[in-house]
């Protein structure tokens, strides 16, 4: 069964990633995934061009395909959004949009262990040329170093209880699949905690993908680049899935604002998802949109 991503709160980000109709204009796309939210803008801005980046070759390829009666006006970049930025010219862009969540094709088609439902190798890599992956963290990384990444980037209460498990696991055998890594986990934590509201390996598995991937440290450099590679009076959204993500990108607008007043804070509060599409779309719940705008 092929999954299509739903692009959150689409009809806040067109509200606020606002483009001029009547001009030419460029929209970077930094996580266009299978190309949900670009979609939206391509149908929206006849005259709209569109850059999309995507790591992921594989989740990228449905993405061309999506957009080939396009011709031009979709051009898939296949790097990091942070490299791109770093190294693209200044003030080309009409827009900016990051959309810093995990595609659906991630967890039910990707058979790279992102889900703790799932029975696949530990993997987690979006560049699947990278060296590190899921399973080298949880079988070479030293039990202080392991907890310390669960704690950090799953803030998992029980991390240490669960690092210390897993390395004691792994000297019987080498943990190699995500259902493997989850029932490790379930069987370490408070019975109460094992059947509570989340699945107790959820904070474990985000930490691991975020430290393979590592996904928080490319946001600040990210969107320091795209507040220079957007034009005066252009915007940057950013839609965030956790806290971690959120502070990070809180925090730098703020301090963006307060250094150099050289950005216009227009979402003094981060703009969260409608009631309705929360029930039509349960992964949503969690996501925030943050937007400035340049001056």
């Given at each position: 069964?092929?999954?299509?991503?739903?692009?959150?709160?689409?009809?806040e980000v067109l509200e606020n990633l606002t483009i001029d109709k009547d001009a030419d204009s460029l929209l970077i796309d930094c996580?266009?995934?299978?190309?949900?939210?670009?979609?939206?803008?391509?149908?929206?801005?006849?005259?709209?061009?569109?850059?999309?980046?995507?790591?992921?070759?594989?989740?990228?390829?449905?993405?061309?395909?999506?957009?080939?009666?396009?011709?031009?006006?979709?051009?898939?970049?296949?790097?990091?959004?942070?490299?791109?930025?770093?190294?693209?010219?200044?003030?080309?862009?009409?827009?900016?949009?990051?959309?810093?969540?995990?595609?659906i094709f991630h967890y039910e088609e990707s058979e790279r262990g992102f889900s703790f439902r799932k029975d696949e190798r530990l993997?987690?890599?979006?560049?699947?040329?990278?060296?590190?992956?899921?399973?080298?963290?949880?079988?070479?990384?030293?039990?202080?170093?392991?907890?310390?990444?669960?704690?950090?980037?799953?803030?998992?209460?029980?991390?240490?209880?669960?690092?210390?498990?897993?390395?004691?696991?792994?000297?019987?055998?080498?943990?190699?699949?995500?259902?493997?890594?989850?029932?490790?986990?379930?069987?370490?934590?408070?019975?109460?905690?094992?059947?509570?509201?989340?699945?107790?390996?959820?904070?474990?598995?985000?930490?691991?993908?975020?430290e393979v991937n590592k996904e928080l440290d490319r946001i600040s450099p990210a969107l320091e680049n795209a507040l220079r590679v957007?034009?005066?009076?252009?915007?940057?959204?950013?839609?965030?899935?956790?806290?971690?993500?959120?502070?990070?990108?809180?925090?730098?607008?703020?301090?963006?604002?307060?250094?150099?007043?050289?950005?216009?804070?227009?979402?003094?509060?981060?703009?969260?998802?409608?009631?309705?599409?929360?029930?039509?779309?349960?992964?949503?719940?969690?996501?925030?949109?943050?937007?400035?705008?340049?001056?």
């Amino acid at each position: 069964m092929e999954f299509l991503h739903y692009p959150v709160m689409h009809k806040e980000v067109l509200e606020n990633l606002t483009i001029d109709k009547d001009a030419d204009s460029l929209l970077i796309d930094c996580t266009t995934g299978e190309g949900g939210h670009t979609k939206l803008f391509l149908d929206t801005y006849p005259r709209l061009k569109v850059i999309g980046l995507d790591r992921d070759k594989e989740i990228q390829k449905k993405a061309i395909e999506r957009f080939r009666d396009y011709g031009d006006r979709f051009t898939p970049v296949n790097t990091w959004f942070n490299d791109y930025l770093e190294e693209a010219d200044s003030e080309i862009a009409d827009a900016i949009l990051f959309d810093l969540g995990i595609s659906i094709f991630h967890y039910e088609e990707s058979e790279r262990g992102f889900s703790f439902r799932k029975d696949e190798r530990l993997d987690m890599r979006l560049d699947e040329n990278q060296s590190l992956s899921a399973e080298t963290v949880v079988n070479e990384y030293s039990e202080e170093a392991l907890a310390d990444c669960i704690y950090k980037f799953g803030e998992e209460r029980y991390s240490r209880r669960i690092a210390r498990t897993i390395v004691e696991k792994r000297k019987e055998a080498p943990i190699e699949s995500s259902s493997e890594l989850a029932s490790i986990i379930a069987s370490c934590v408070p019975r109460e905690y094992r059947y509570g509201r989340i699945h107790p390996a959820t904070r474990t598995f985000q930490a691991l993908r975020i430290e393979v991937n590592k996904e928080l440290d490319r946001i600040s450099p990210a969107l320091e680049n795209a507040l220079r590679v957007v034009k005066k009076g252009g915007r940057v959204a950013v839609i965030t899935f956790h806290s971690l993500e959120d502070r990070i990108v809180k925090w730098y607008f703020k301090d963006r604002y307060e250094k150099y007043g050289d950005i216009k804070i227009l979402t003094k509060k981060p703009i969260v998802p409608t009631d309705e599409e929360c029930e039509e779309n349960a992964p949503s719940r969690s996501a925030k949109l943050r937007v400035v705008e340049k001056i």
